[in-house]
């Protein structure tokens, strides 16, 4: 199982998704890099048909918003398979695409 790596407020412990420079919280500049255990619950889930330029070859693709049992939601791709999974599907971090996690079907 991938581990998600996001920040955490040295401050307040408030999670920074997506990063950023300053705690949404507490505004401290104090930011942790944390490794998080990489399941989650998709939320909801869609196809791209026509990606970005820098995507192009690899369209379509899956896109799904994650709570994760972590507690924070993350956006990502969902690799291996080509149906659209339903809200309340189990997923977890198979690996990171640049900063860009993308996840499997459990």
């Known amino acids: 199982m991938g581990?998600?790596?996001?920040?955490?407020?040295?401050?307040?412990?408030?999670l920074s998704v997506p990063p950023r420079e300053r705690c949404a919280?507490?505004?401290s500049a104090a930011l942790v890099a944390c490794d998080l255990?990489?399941?989650?619950t998709v939320v909801a889930a869609t196809?791209?048909?026509?990606p970005p330029l820098?995507?192009?070859d690899r369209g379509p693709y899956l896109v799904a918003m994650v709570r994760t049992d972590a507690g924070p939601f993350v956006t990502g791709?969902?690799?291996?398979t080509?149906?659209?999974?339903?809200p309340g599907t189990r997923i977890r971090l198979n690996r990171y695409d640049?900063?860009?996690?993308?996840f499997e079907r459990i």
Do not use: F, M, Q
């Not at 581990?3 to 412990?13: E, K, M, S, V």
């Not at 640049?98 to 993308?102: A, F, I, K, L």
């Open 77 to 80: 791709r969902i690799d291996g």
């Open 3 to 14: 581990t998600l790596r996001l920040l955490r407020c040295a401050g307040c412990g408030k």
């Open 37 to 40: 255990p990489g399941e989650g």
């Open 98 to 102: 640049g900063e860009s996690p993308v």
């Open 82 to 86: 080509d149906d659209l999974p339903a």
């Open 54 to 56: 820098a995507l192009r």
């Open 47 to 50: 196809v791209i048909r026509r």
């Open 25 to 27: 919280g507490c505004l």
